[in-house]
């Protein structure tokens, strides 16, 4: 333990100040005694224990890019102002992903069904096996499918059970299925991306 000397001083400062038209400047007096002199012995220093985690957060919630600003808009917000906001703003983004797809009686979403099948049509026999099927959504981000409920999208498309998906039965399944799943990938790249913190 290392021991120093330090002397500890009581600084009075007193400032008198007169008006300016009466052209006198300020003139600051100052008394400087020595009130004590003693020995400070310094303790070791300890190393700090790491951080423990807040008792109920999520550990599927990474860091990411954004997480430096998610922990200062959490300081200057407060955590219950930036939830509010961030439910806000996932909200409006699950309606937006939401809106994109009842667009699928459009014009514009039967030529997006249109391409999607054709790309996950790997064949081109005009109808969908359950492997094409699953690596279209696999390709899609839909990493969290398993093959039951991959399974179950599946026997709620294929309306006249011959184990295939045409165009019109995946027209029909394909903005459910795509609905459910757009949410939940936008949640878990803003996860991956560091927006939950």
Do not use: C
Not at 59 to 84: C, D, T
Not at 100 to 110: K, N, R
Not at 154 to 171: H, K, M, P, T, W
């Amino acid at each position: 333990m290392a021991s120093t000397m330090e002397r500890t001083q009581a600084t009075t400062t007193t400032t008198t100040t007169t008006p300016y038209f009466l052209s006198e400047a300020e003139i600051p007096v100052v008394e400087e005694k020595v009130v004590e002199e003693k020995v400070v012995k310094k303790a070791p220093v300890a190393r700090k224990a790491p951080a423990k985690k807040k008792k109920g957060a999520n550990p599927a919630h990474k860091e990411g890019i954004f997480s430096p600003i998610v922990v200062v808009a959490k300081q200057v917000l407060g955590e219950k102002r930036l939830n509010q906001v961030r439910g806000k703003f996932i909200s409006t983004h699950s309606d937006v992903i939401k809106g994109f797809v009842a667009t699928s009686d459009s014009p514009f979403g039967q030529k997006a069904l249109s391409e999607l099948f054709k790309a996950a049509d790997i064949d081109g026999d005009g109808k969908l096996t359950k492997e094409e099927v699953a690596i279209a959504l696999r390709s899609l981000g839909f990493s969290w499918l398993k093959e039951k409920q991959i399974d179950g999208i599946i026997a709620r498309a294929d309306l006249d059970q011959n184990g295939l998906i045409d165009y019109e039965e995946f027209a029909e399944e394909a903005p459910r299925t795509l609905k459910t799943n757009l949410v939940k990938l936008a949640k878990k790249n803003g996860g991956d991306m560091g927006w939950l913190v």
